[in-house]
Nanobody, 120 residues
């Protein structure tokens, strides 16, 4: 089992920045991918960014150039640096991890979510 604890959400004005953190604990050595999902009211949950064990990253098109995902393996911590925030970035952001080689796996774990609100 993996436990994921997020922090760093909050309220920010348009154009501002936030840095989300996610600390993983438990059976962390089998994690292959970690990432950030978000879900806005009335919308489907979407993958924002992820990073693999080998360090490869992927980003949702709307956040490219604004968000940066990173991982500190020594501290078992993943980060999402969010710059140039827009109102459409407002959502609950979830830390996620999987033992699988993709997100289509039964071994997915989720944090509790942290609210990000961007005022217009």
């Amino acid at each position: 089992q993996v436990q994921l604890v997020e922090s760093g959400g909050g309220l920010v004005q348009t154009g501002g920045s936030l840095r989300l953190s996610c600390v993983a604990s438990g059976s962390i050595f089998s994690i292959n991918i970690m990432g950030w999902y978000r879900q806005a009211p009335g919308k489907q949950r979407e993958l924002v960014a992820h990073i693999t064990r080998g360090g490869s990253t992927n980003y949702e098109e709307s956040v490219k150039g604004r968000f940066t995902i990173s991982r500190d393996n020594a501290e078992n911590t993943m980060y999402l640096q969010m710059n140039s925030l827009k109102p459409e970035d407002t959502a609950v952001y979830y830390c996620a991890a999987t033992y699988g080689s993709s997100w289509l796996s039964s071994r997915n774990y989720w944090g509790q979510g942290t609210q990000v609100a961007v005022s217009s």
